[in-house]
């Protein structure tokens, strides 16, 4: 019995081997015949996986399958390329799942700040035209984000978005990596005062490495990209503790430079109304570096 049962395992191999050997001549020799059953097999469903907002209805919209496609039949190259022309997506995978789905894995860029292509469009299209920026500084036009995100976001400032040379869209913004981690900082460490940040200016970014930052109580918080944003935020925030304490009535904040380091920080205010009248002190006419800019320093 053992014997009888030896040979037959042994034939059972060998029947495997043959007919897969006669599987693999045909494949070799017209590879079609055997993709014919599953390019025939329509794609029944598209099954997403993605990091961020958009759907799956957005990306069957975006890739216009014929359903009566089959699986086979889709050039997954120029799929994935007409994903990728929505700057939103940042990567993106596609593969077959037999026998008749198509998986699509995507990566998004998330906005840091908002945007416009033209100066002052924000007044003119009511945030019709409005751009986002990543944190690789990438501008797209992004969709399906929500209200609460987007009012949330800084407008960026000191830079125009410059139509990119080497094709569509436009060219990447320097220094948004910095921004970001300043943002996150912020939000992280002083999440209500991450709020009040209205603008965020890189005019003195290529030259000084300083990220200019506007909010409701300052006209200017100068943050350097040298040293450590979270030291910077908690002096930032100690200081406008103080200066909450004034009496009402007082002159509005002009700026702060946190960038100066380890040194005293400048605090300047804004003009105090000039007298209507001269005064012995003060000719008419003259206004003297200190009326025009007040300051105080705050230790570190």
Known sequence: MASVRHWAAVGAAAACLIFGYIGWRAWRDNPAVLAAPASSVPVREIALRTDGVLTRDWVERTLKIDRRAGLMNLDLAALRDRLLQSGQIRTAVLARRFPDVLAVIIEERSPVLRTYARPGAEKETKGQDELYVAKDGFIFSGELYPAHLIECLPLLAGVTPARNP??????????????????????????????????????????????????????????????????????????????????????????????????????????????SKPTPSRPAGRTTEAARSPRIFFHP
Do not use: C, W
């Open 166 to 275: 080497a094709g569509r869209g436009f060219a990447p913004i320097e220094g948004m990596e910095s921004v970001t981690t300043l943002l996150g900082t912020a939000r992280s460490s002083a999440p209500a005062l991450a709020k009040e940040f209205q603008v965020v200016s890189l005019t003195r970014f290529a030259r000084d490495g300083v990220i200019l930052v506007r909010t409701p109580e300052v006209a200017e918080i100068a943050f350097g990209t040298r040293d450590d944003f979270y030291l910077q935020i908690a002096r930032l925030d100690y200081i406008l503790e103080q200066l909450r304490a004034r009496p009402a009535g007082s002159v509005p904040i002009h700026s702060i430079d946190l960038s100066v380091g380890n040194r005293q920080v400048p605090v300047a205010f804004d003009a105090p109304p000039v007298p």
